[in-house]
């Protein structure tokens, strides 16, 4: 099984539908990412969450919201689903330790099409 | 504003042509520089951490290199399953963790 497992795979939706993408980890890791990925503009980042209490926005949040149900959990949700918002979702987990931040492991992506 | 740029943007190699691939930075102050590897479908896989200038790391038939503005990621003898889209990423001091991604380079090697 994987590490962190990203569900669902792919999805279809129409404009205005609320939809919850979702990440699960197993690698005990605290810290907890949402990234998208669009061709030319690369891996932006959403929202990150340091613990189970702790919920920050990142570049890009505008239209999206989480919400970290515990410390394996983390949710990411469009609650009206617009065209611009199509791309290739990643939920990341890293490490707490000194020098290992940055060292982020990735699920195998939501692709998720905005109609 | 922390900014990353790669180069190319595609690289096509045949199998045993050596190559570098470039990522250019702007950071206010570097706390690590991190290379990952991205196959089709897939999210990426972490390769590196450079944390200053001179330092290198290797992998198998990749070594990554840093200075103050830039980072290479040297391919020696590739091979066809080396092909992948390479990302480069940066991270700043007093970011909490954040990384700024590069659009990446697609690399595919040939028989």
């Known amino acids: 099984d994987a590490d962190v497992t990203q569900t669902p795979r792919n999805r279809i939706t129409k404009t205005g539908k609320r939809i919850m993408l979702e990440c699960s980890q197993t690698?005990?890791?605290?810290?907890m990412y949402w990234y998208r990925q669009d061709p030319g503009l690369g891996l932006r980042l959403i929202y990150y969450?340091?613990?189970?209490?702790?919920?920050n926005k990142g570049e890009i949040s505008d239209g999206y919201s989480v919400s970290r149900q515990a410390q394996a959990k983390f949710s990411l949700s469009l609650e009206s689903a617009i065209p611009n918002q199509t791309a290739l979702y990643f939920c990341a987990t890293s490490d707490l330790s000194q020098g290992k931040a940055g060292e982020l492991f990735f699920g195998e992506g939501s692709r998720l099409t905005v109609l | 504003e922390d900014q990353v740029t790669q180069s190319p943007e595609a690289l096509r190699l045949q199998e045993g042509e050596s190559s570098s691939l470039n990522c250019s930075y702007t950071v206010s102050g570097l706390r690590g520089l991190f290379w990952y590897r991205q196959d089709p479908g897939k999210g990426p896989e972490f390769l590196f951490t450079?944390?200053?200038a001179g330092e290198e790391k290797e992998k198998e038939r990749l070594k990554a290199t840093l200075t103050k503005k830039e980072s290479f990621l040297h391919i020696t003898a590739p091979k066809p399953e080396d092909s992948a889209t390479y990302l480069c990423a940066v991270q700043a001091y007093g970011t909490a963790s954040k990384l700024t991604f590069g659009t990446g380079t697609r690399l595919q090697v040939t028989l």
């Open positions: 690698k005990g890791h605290d810290r």
């Open positions: 450079l944390y200053s």
């Open positions: 969450s340091f613990d189970v209490k702790d919920i």
